[in-house]
């Protein structure tokens, strides 16, 4: 069959392409390199109901083997959801010595859509500007006026919760009602911000069903009633997943062919037309090969592979990788940036409600350098967190011999890391995986920028937790002098930038390769800059607005 369009990836930016390119009339083939997913059926929701947190984690001898232990999802990663995430053991990779990695995949349909955490902020109009203004990476071709409709648009389908704030560094949006404080982060709140008038405490934005609108209600989707077994698959669809929203809506059309186990080895270009034709694919299975032809190809397989697979689709006419006349595929490789948490007791309020199935955190947009500008460093962060009612580490048990609970409050730092051609991806030159494919070679680390910035962000959350009344705080010295390794954070972007010229980037503001008219990307390869924010958003609005670009080209005949 020849299709209009193969998506190569099927979490939250293949399932907006497909959603979008379906609903244009167009013949899409989605190609997922792992399982299938069915809704519903095929999740440990019910399972993970049934059994004790405690009992249901991965014990760490499995996760050296296995699953390195991963501090990023540790809060996701159990026995009874561990066929979401993928292996090292099953699908491995190598780093440049001494720069550790964590690569965090979800092979099966839905991706990480299955697991991800929901957090969904729109990026600020300084956001698309700080490249131009600081020197750092290339200038993004798009503006937030290009993407603040697309930003519209997901919103009202996927179902965002959150407040309207008000704050210019992150712009309010189409939000259905938020989740709401419990009484001491309520108070906290109130002491921060008279302490600190330039910081805002808000309750955090995530794609969780707080109300249901029509568009949710046409797919099924159900409210959420804060079960808190996310990370397992949601049957009511209460959370955005490409399995409860976007590939309803493409298979709603009739449009859309899906294929499992089917792991892209390389797209197939023609010099005659200067086009791409197809993939080519390997059955995950049988590891037999296939060819998939189709009028234009988009990328969504997440930023280092995406970035493999082009450096992996040589030819005479690209010999370094498709589309890489500029060399700079694979390059750019971020993520964010964390430390330790920074915790603090805080007193009082031994009668206060603890809520410990609220689906979402606290969340304080970025300060530094937008409402606050004597930093030492470069752009900002943002930090999350919230307080609960806890074991109090160190403190003496009560009459009854219990361990002492109270209330504790934390913040975590997420901290953007400056594009850095160095950081990059590559393809080894002698070893190969289980079907013949080059392993990447990730050779990433943080910078000097990111080291200082993190050290101040852990100073200034001790501090905000001093100001609210917090006791035993972690000393920031301590916390600030840990990073996360990149990768760790789950938010890889870069290796594929957009930008205006075609000797400094691969694609251009509309996802188009610059060197190839009909293949696209939209997923985090194309990220000229981290930002602060979480960007999985930030994807779905440039994958909505990228479909819809190349659908009217396709009508136009321009392909």
Known sequence: ??????????????GWVAKELCERGL????????????????????LAGRLRRRDDQIPDEEKALHYPYYEGVTYAMFNSNKKFWASDHDYPYETAPGKPYRWIRGYQLGGRSLTWGRQSYRWSPNDFESNLKDGHGVDWPIRYEDLEPWYDHVEAFAGISGDYDGLPQLPDGDFLPPFQFNDVEADAKGRIEAAFPTRNLIMGRCAHLSRVAKPQMDMGRQRCEQHVRCHHGCPLGAYFSTQAATLPAARKTGNLTIITDAIVESVIYDPATKKVTGVRAIDR?????????????????????TAALLLNSRSE???????????????????????????????GFETSHFQNDRPTGLYMPRYANVTETDKPYLRGFGLQGGAGRRRIPGAEPDASGAPKRGWMFSLLPFGEVLPNPNNRVTLTTSRVDSWGIPLPVIDCEHGENEKLMMREAAKDAAAMLAAAGCTDITPWEEAGSYLTPPGDRIHEMGTARMGRDPRTSVFNGWGQAHEAPNLFCSDGAVMASSAS????????????????HAADLLEQGAL
């Open 1 to 14: 069959m020849q299709f209009d369009a193969i998506i190569v990836g099927s979490g939250i930016s293949g």
């Open 27 to 46: 013949k899409v083939l989605m190609l997922e390199r792992g399982p299938n997913v069915e809704h519903g059926p095929d999740y440990s929701h019910e």
């Open 285 to 305: 299975l049988t590891k037999q090969g296939v060819t998939h032809e189709a009028r234009m190809v988009f990328l969504n397989a997440s930023a280092i592979n």
């Open 317 to 347: 006419a690209f010999p370094r990788g498709l589309a890489n006349g500029s060399d700079q595929v694979g390059r750019n490789l971020m993520d964010h940036v964390s430390t330790r948490p920074i915790l603090g007791v805080y007193p």
């Open 533 to 548: 924010m979480n960007p999985s958003l930030t994807y779905m609005a440039l994958s909505a607005r990228a479909a819809n």
